[in-house]
T-cell receptor, first 115, second 109 residues
Framework: GAVVSQHPSRVICKSGTSVKIECRSL??????MFWYRQFPKQSLMLMATSNEGSKATYEQGVEKDKFLINHASLTLSTLTVTSAHPEDSSFYIC???????????FGSGTRLTVV | AQRVTQPEKLLSVFKGAPVELKCNYSYSGSPELFWYVQYSRQRLQLLLR??SRESIKGFTADLNKGETSFHLKKPFAQEEDSAMYYCALREDNFNKFYFGSGTKLNVKP
C-alpha cells in the first residue's frame, strides 16, 4: 500500500531558528501533497497544498513566508518553519495520494516544540 | 466556514452496543466524504469513503445529501474500536481535505 514517511517525528528548537520537516512518498509518486497542523485535542487544519514543480497554495490565514513549502520532486515535499516562535509549537502532518485514488495516506506527523 | 461538523467530542458505549458517530457537512458542490480513524499512538488511516459503499471492520456510513450527513455506524461495538474518528470532506474541484473536529470513541468492556 501507499506509504508516506515523515521526518523528524519530534524536534525541539530555539525561538528564532528554522526547522525543516520532510514528507516522502515511499512507494508511489505524489504530484500533490498536503500539510496540516493539529493543535492539542483539536482537528487537523489544512495549511497548504504542495504542488510538484510549482508554488504551494496556502489556506487563508497561513503565512506563506513563515511556512515555506518546497515540492522539488514527485516523492518529496518539505515544510520549513522559519523564525520559529513558541506559538508555532504544534503537530504537523503531511498527506499524499496515489494518482486517481481518492483516498489519502498520512505521515506519522512531526511534533514541533519551540522553546 | 466550517465545512465538517462532528458534534460529539466523546462518545462512550459498552461493548456490544450499537454506535453512531455523527458527521454533518456544508458544501454546495459534490463532495466526497470520508471517515478516518486514529488509534492510540498511530497515524491517521482511512476507514472508509462514501463512493466505495463498503463496510470496513463492521463500520458503514451512508451519505445523506438531503440531511447533508455522513454518520458512521456499527451495530456491535468492540473494545478495539476505541480511537479518534475524523469525518473528512474533499472538495470536488480543489482536491483539498477538510476535517471535522473528531470524536473520541471509548468502548467500555
Amino acid at each position: 500500500g501507499a506509504v508516506v514517511s515523515q521526518h523528524p517525528s519530534r524536534v525541539i528548537c530555539k525561538s528564532g531558528t528554522s526547522v525543516k520537516i520532510e514528507c516522502r512518498s515511499l512507494d508511489f509518486q505524489a504530484t500533490t501533497m498536503f500539510w496540516y497542523r493539529q493543535f492539542p485535542k483539536q482537528s487537523l487544519m489544512l495549511m497548504a497544498t504542495s504542488n510538484e514543480g510549482s508554488k504551494a497554495t496556502y489556506e487563508q490565514g497561513v503565512e506563506k513566508d513563515k511556512f515555506l513549502i518546497n515540492h522539488a520532486s514527485l516523492t518529496l515535499s518539505t515544510l520549513t518553519v522559519t523564525s520559529a516562535h513558541p506559538e508555532d509549537s504544534s503537530f504537523y502532518i503531511c498527506s499524499a495520494s496515489l494518482t486517481g485514488n481518492s483516498g489519502y495516506t498520512f505521515g506519522s506527523g512531526t511534533r514541533l516544540t519551540v522553546v | 466556514a466550517q465545512r465538517v461538523t462532528q458534534p460529539e467530542k466523546l462518545l462512550s458505549v459498552f461493548k456490544g452496543a450499537p454506535v453512531e458517530l455523527k458527521c454533518n457537512y456544508s458544501y454546495s458542490g459534490s463532495p466526497e466524504l470520508f471517515w478516518y480513524v486514529q488509534y492510540s499512538r498511530q497515524r491517521l488511516q482511512l476507514l472508509l469513503r462514501h463512493i466505495s459503499r463498503e463496510s470496513i471492520k463492521g463500520f458503514t456510513a451512508d451519505l445523506n445529501k438531503g440531511e447533508t450527513s455522513f454518520h458512521l455506524k456499527k451495530p456491535f461495538a468492540q473494545e478495539e474500536d476505541s480511537a479518534m474518528y475524523y469525518c473528512a470532506l474533499r472538495e470536488d474541484n480543489f482536491n483539498k481535505f477538510y476535517f471535522g473536529s473528531g470524536t473520541k470513541l471509548n468502548v467500555k468492556p
